[in-house]
């Protein structure tokens, strides 16, 4: 939809169509809202290139070349249905602290997804060899590791289940069909009469006497406004703390967590997890603060990351078929921000350090024990996968999610108060599914 031809007015305005964005325009479209959804980004679904690697570099932010100043590299997908286009498509519930600590309750909202969206662990012959063979490692170890949840279901695949071959690549974009999206929901939303428009950038809301009225950016080069009595920044981790600082709140993007992932890898003689689906088993470990799941970087960017450590790491590339992967998932501590400079930081701290140090001998162990080699275990470079906690409820938002902006409110991952520590799609589905009530009743 144009701009030029949009009449620039609503009840409520979305910004972002990720998994938070999605389910609040879904939410309130269905009964009967006027909503008018600004997605930064284009639909790359059905594009040849969805799903390649040549995809990536089109639909991520600087070409998934977006780093920290310390050099973290994070990988932020920027088209309809944001991060749900490259995840694995893991599910876990909401962090208990959530409800415990900071009194955000989604238990109703994250039962009605999972039993919607039909979230359940692959079926065992789906799970792959080699990511079994690392399960069964930890656990005659004594970890105790879980078939992973998924928002995917090999179903769903064009074909049939038959034509369901997902593998690390996978992450780039699911072409198959069997993974959900929350573009999906979007689709449903325009269905139900929200209007959508692509390639819109808010760059900041717009209030008068402590009320939001609107948002003011640019489409295709050219100023635009629109109006509205109720906003909801959904534009990510570092978009929303973005949009907040135009819009004069200064507090937005000051410290944020980035569940901080590594993968450490191994060689071994027998088939490798690069050609199985991601993260199909997984342990949670919070009292160390991280999770542990298989992960291997495809095949044409596991070389990128591994020249980083070393012509050794490098020339594993040649055994990548053979090779074993377990992802770390830190559960870090708050640091770092969004700058309004351009810049993003995010220091490890102390016990960051700690953590990562107490899950790489754990992993090295699960590695060791499922047939990698000791001397060619080593640590990929540092990934940021969930950049989030920039715009935390307790310090710039309220238990509804709204700001101090009266009808200004955030629902994505930059709302968490620490880090989760675990896959975020499902406690964002939860959040936006709680606000679309609160905003209903209200």
Known sequence: MMLNKLNLSAEIIVVGSGPGGATVARELSKLGKNVLLLERGYDHRRKFYYGTYLGAIRYSDRASLLFTEEGLNIIAPIMLGGATSMYAGCAAQPPGWLKNKYGIRTDLEVR?????????????????????????????????????????????????????????SCMLGCRCGAKWNAAEWVDEAVANGARLSKGVRVRKVLCKEGHVIGVEGTFHGRKFSASAQTVILAAGGIGSARILQNSGLNAAGVGMTMDTTVMIYGATREKGTGKEPPMTWSWENPEEGYMLSTLMDPWLL???????????????????????????????????????????????????????KHAYEVCKKILIEAGAKKSSIFMRPFIGTHPSGSVRIGDMLDDNLQTEIHGLYVCDASVFPEALDRPTVLTIIGLGKRLAKYLINK
């Not at 105790?144 to 038959?162: D, H, L, S, V």
């Not at 020339?315 to 501590?333: A, E, F, Y």
Request: aromatic letters at 8%; hydrophobic letters at 35%.
């Open 112 to 168: 009605q997804t999972i039993e919607e969206l039909n979230i359940k662990p692959l079926p065992e012959h789906l799970r792959g060899e080699a990511s079994t063979r690392i399960a069964q490692a930890a656990q005659a170890l004594g970890y105790n590791w879980f078939p992973q949840p998924k928002f995917m279901n090999p179903a769903r695949c064009k074909n049939n289940e038959k034509s369901y071959t997902c593998q690390a």
């Open 302 to 356: 596991y070389p990128l990351a591994a020249i980083r450590k070393g012509i050794g790491p490098a020339l594993r590339w040649l055994q990548w078929h053979k090779m074993l992967g377990v992802m770390i998932k830190l559960k870090d501590d708050i640091s770092g921000g969004i700058y309004p400079d351009g810049k993003i930081r995010k220091p490890m701290t102390a016990s960051d350090h700690e953590r990562l």
